[in-house]
């Protein structure tokens, strides 16, 4: 998926975790990053360790050093976005190191008409949140 498609998903789990929980708000919305912290490992091979669950359990490991309400929202928003990458053609290495093999639905291509359709649609419905529809 594009980064921007990450950006929206990542703003509509952090509305709704703000929404529906009663978690301290700030670090609730920091933890936005992590929509996209999973392709910081572009420079040293992507889809590796940082799209695996052994990953995010590292990165609440060391997220909950300073904030767990932190960890908590880093750590879903990071699922997310490893969610929506195993529909990309890719997929996505969910056991790596222990299992190097990529699952996922792998249906859409990385910016291609669907993806951007998904993030329409998820633009759509948070401005049918924010109107109150």
Known sequence: MM???HMVAGVIVTGALCYYTPLDRLPLI??????????????????KITHS????????????IFDVVFAISFCTNCLVHIAFD???????????PYNRKY????????GSAEDRYLCLIMIFLISCILAGI
């Open 86 to 96: 195993s529909f990309t053609k890719m997929g996505v290495p969910l056991f790596y």
């Open 3 to 5: 980064k921007r498609t």
């Open 30 to 47: 920091l933890g936005f990053i992590g929509s996209t912290a999973p392709d910081l490992d572009m420079m040293f091979g992507h889809r």
């Open 103 to 110: 699952y996922g639905f792998k249906e859409i291509k990385t």
């Open 53 to 64: 669950l052994l990953g995010v359990c590292i990165a609440f490991g060391l997220c909950s």
